[in-house]
């Protein structure tokens, strides 16, 4: 019997790669446009992609894939709605990132509040402004976790380690799991009011789009930084812009944006803005991790063997991830 086919379509690291060819035949080919993919993909009984393919109704009503594997968490870039219809199972990697994101997020907290980028920038144009960077401490400072998932966890755990009040909101989670890792659980309007700095760590779904808006920024403490390493859309940059601009916020980092790579984000051009170019999973661990536990899902989808994070499960409209 021939062996079912592969197709990788964006870069995976090795390690996943020969878990695959171990029984499946595979096929690399990153870069292609929508109408290359259309063509191609009936040819194939699987997809991997990571973020950089868009996989479309249009891919999806064209093909014979029994499964889409996503090399990371979010399914954004998938349409999940159009794979369900069809039967596809949509399997993502979620716990791979995990720590790659939580220590970004950490690492831009720092760079905020001491103006690390900036001071950076300035010494490297030959001066020497020792007074422009007057930062602020984090310890005994609010955080304000909004999603209290995986990473959102793992920060809340290292925030509390540096002294820091750690408050946590999130729909989703249980009393019981909040106070197992011993995070004080607040409602959404609580967290807005008294955080000294706001991280978010939701997906990007119907619900979460544009969650902080003009109202949530009204409804914040002068002076307050903001941490978004999860998806672009959950901030309406146009209010965080004014927000910026009105010093009501006083610095925010980002990891994501609306528009990947962003084209003349306002944004990028303010002092108190520091940026990554969505670099949450960018780490030798986190790739060669993700990696395998993808190849190790598609593989159980292939063999119809149980698959631990299928997301076609998610039904609901406000668990369903917003397709761009
Ligand atoms: C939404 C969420 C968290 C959230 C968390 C998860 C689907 N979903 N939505 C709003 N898993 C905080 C605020």
Known sequence: ????????????????????????????????????????????????????????????ENSRLKVIGRAGVGVDNIDVEAATERGILVVNAPCSNTIAACELTLGLMFSLVRNIPQANQSIKEGKWEKNKFLGTELYRKTLGVIGLGRIGREVAIRAKG??????????????????????????????????????IHTPLTRDTYHLIGY???????????????????IIDEKALYDNLISQKVAGCALDVFEKEPPENNPLLQLPNVIATPHIGASTKEAQKMVSIEIAEEVINALKGEPVRSCVNALTNTFQKEYTI
Do not use: H, W
Request: glycine fraction near 6%; charged fraction near 30%; aromatic fraction near 6%.
């Open 1 to 60: 019997m021939n062996k079912m086919k592969v197709l990788i379509a964006d870069k995976l690291s090795e390690e996943g790669m020969e878990l695959i060819k171990r029984e499946f035949e595979v096929e690399v080919k990153t870069g292609l446009s929508e109408d290359e993919l259309v063509n191609i993909i009936k040819d194939y009984d699987a997809l991997i992609v990571r973020s950089a393919t868009k996989v479309t109704r249009r891919i999806i």
């Open 162 to 199: 540096l002294g820091m009040n750690v408050i946590g909101y999130d729909p989703y989670i249980s009393k019981t799991t909040a106070a197992q890792y011993k995070i004080r659980m607040t409602n959404f309007e609580e967290l807005l009011k008294t955080s000294d700095i706001i991280t």
């Open 215 to 233: 109202k949530e920024f009204e409804m914040m403490k002068k002076g307050v930084y903001i941490i978004n390493c999860a998806r672009g859309g």
